[in-house]
């Protein structure tokens, strides 16, 4: 099957919509499929990543652990758009420390969240074939 | 006679805050719940409006709903109280009307 460059675009806070969690479902499917998948988060997407997720007071599953287990699918290119965080006070810090293993290099843990400038998320976008908005 | 205003929303996505703040009367209170709980918090491109809604209104965000999206309640903009599901329902009962923005 050929493989292809496929970025997953998420736009929405979790919990409120259910958005969020249909992204992540069809990313784990791509990634079986083993296409090249990468994710962009703009907007209140980047909400979706926040640290310290506690659902318990919503009755709601918290799914945020499983960003953790993108990179063991080798979806290992997070970018976060820089003006999308800035417009909501956040900074990398209030992110989840999202890392792949490389096992070209020895299993070294590297991040997988990648910030770009709107310009430059541009640029990614324009070598994908399949972009999906979510 | 006072209003209870609840936002589900988040400002950046919908207006519903917008026009909650710009159509809410003196004196009535508005409760940040859901997705609406983004507004609460200080340091974004809407505090300012929300600051200035608090000179009118008082402004509430939802506990629960705040740790679901892991905001901190150390970040919510000074002035804004921070209530659980039992202190939603004593604001619907000490207001004569709910008006729902969503």
Known sequence: MATKNFMFVNRKAPYGTVYALESLEVVLIG???EQNVSLAFIGDGVYQIAKNQKTDGIGMKNFSPTYKALGDYEVTKLYVEKESLEARGLTLDDLMDLTWEDEDDDYAEKPSIILVSSTE???VM???EVVLSF | MSTLHTVNKSPFERDSLASCVRLASKGCA???IEDGVFGAMAGTDHS???KGAMENASVYVLGPD?????MSEDRVIDGIQVVDYSGFVDLTKQHDTCQSWL
């Open chain 1, 31 to 33: 990634a079986a499929f």
């Open chain 1, 121 to 123: 998320l541009a640029a």
């Open chain 1, 126 to 128: 324009d070598e994908q």
């Open chain 2, 30 to 32: 508005i409760l940040l």
């Open chain 2, 48 to 50: 300012d409006m929300v």
């Open chain 2, 66 to 70: 705040l740790a679901a999206r892991g």
